[in-house]
């Protein structure tokens, strides 16, 4: 686990993602817009977190139809077989509806010609993981909030504006869920000021 909490985002990736995506670049034929979530944004964007091997994302906006980047750089391609990382569409998430608003760019100084990444917002990474809720997520969502990134009330706010009215079913399963990641979090996010 990286201990630079809380740090200011990465202007480069680490290896072996900066060789990853120059590669991946490389290989495009035009403009794509990635936007990522996981625990490759909570160590690289946001300096907390756990090892991965891939980058989880929502969307890939491509303005060419060959670059589709789950074939070029997703699990089994020659990018992952030569790095051991890779790319991967996220199925199990329920994004708030608003979230390509607050996206952040990555990776400030690449010098990437076609790719470029966004960050969801810390808050907006945790509403994401609830849908799935296992131990990494709820992990990686306390250890936000330890930084001081996630504030129960926020989550709360958020969860209820952007999440809730677009469930098309579990809904007492997810609130369920939220009340859990609100108790879980609140001792550490009134603890650390959210500056």
Request: with cysteine.
């Amino acid at each position: 686990m990286r201990s630079n909490v809380g740090a200011a985002p990465l202007r480069v990736p680490a290896e072996p993602w900066a060789s990853f995506l120059r590669e991946l670049d490389e290989l495009l034929k035009a403009a794509v817009d990635i936007h990522c979530l996981g625990g490759f944004v909570v160590t690289q964007q946001y300096g907390i977190g756990r090892e991965t091997s891939d980058i989880d994302f929502l969307s890939a906006v491509a303005r060419s139809r060959e670059d589709d980047v789950e074939t070029l750089a997703g699990l089994g391609s020659t990018l992952h077989q030569k790095y051991r990382v890779y790319l991967q569409y996220v199925g199990v998430a329920t994004p708030a509806c608003k979230y390509a608003t607050r996206l952040q760019p990555m990776f400030r100084d690449e010098s990437w010609k076609r790719l470029r990444l966004f960050a969801l917002d810390p808050t907006d990474i945790a509403l994401s993981k609830l849908e799935r809720n296992a131990d990494r997520d709820r992990d990686d969502v306390l250890r936000l909030a330890r930084a001081g990134l996630v504030d129960a009330q926020a989550l709360k706010s958020r969860y209820f504006e952007e999440v809730r009215p677009y469930l098309l079913s579990r809904e007492s399963w997810h609130d369920q869920t939220l009340d859990l990641w609100l108790e879980m979090i609140s001792p550490a996010s009134s603890a650390t000021p959210t500056g």
